[in-house]
C-alpha cells in the first residue's frame, strides 16, 4: 500500500477455489517483498472462506512474530469485515479460536516492542 508509512507491510487474504480453500500472507520490508506463506486449509466442505481469511491473518502475524522486523513498525492488511469484526467480538463463536490465537500472537509482539522502548531509554 503505497499510502502506509510503515517499515513492514503485511498483507493477507483467504479464498475457495475449485473445491479447494486455502490461505497466504506475503511481509514486504521498506516495500520489498521478503517472505510469503500459504497454507491449504482442505475443501471446501469442511472449511469456509472466512475461517481461510483469519488463517491468512494468522500467518502474518506469524512472519511478523518470528521476523527480525518483530521491533519495526508494522502494518498489516485485511481485506474480509467478518474477520475484523471478529477481533473485536467476545470470541465465542465458531472459528473465533484464530481470531483469539491472532490477538494473543499480536499482543506478545506489542510487549516486545513496549520492552524494548523502556529499555532503550
Known amino acids: 500500500m503505497e499510502t502506509a508509512s510503515e517499515e513492514i507491510q503485511i498483507f493477507s487474504d483467504g479464498s475457495a477455489l475449485e473445491g479447494k480453500v486455502g490461505a497466504a500472507a506475503i511481509l514486504t520490508h521498506k516495500g520489498r517483498h521478503m517472505q510469503t506463506l500459504h497454507y491449504h486449509l482442505g475443501s471446501n466442505a469442511e472449511h469456509t472462506v472466512h475461517e481461510a481469511e483469519l488463517v491468512g491473518l494468522l500467518l502474518g502475524i506469524h512472519m511478523l512474530n518470528s521476523s527480525k522486523y518483530r521491533k519495526a513498525a508494522a502494518m498489516i492488511g485485511v481485506d474480509n469485515q467478518v474477520a475484523i469484526k471478529a477481533l473485536t467480538s ?7 479460536h484464530l481470531a483469539w490465537e491472532a490477538l494473543c500472537i499480536a499482543n506478545t509482539i506489542d510487549k516486545t516492542k513496549n520492552k524494548s522502548t523502556v529499555e532503550r531509554y
Open 90 to 96: 467476545d470470541l465465542r463463536s465458531p472459528g473465533h
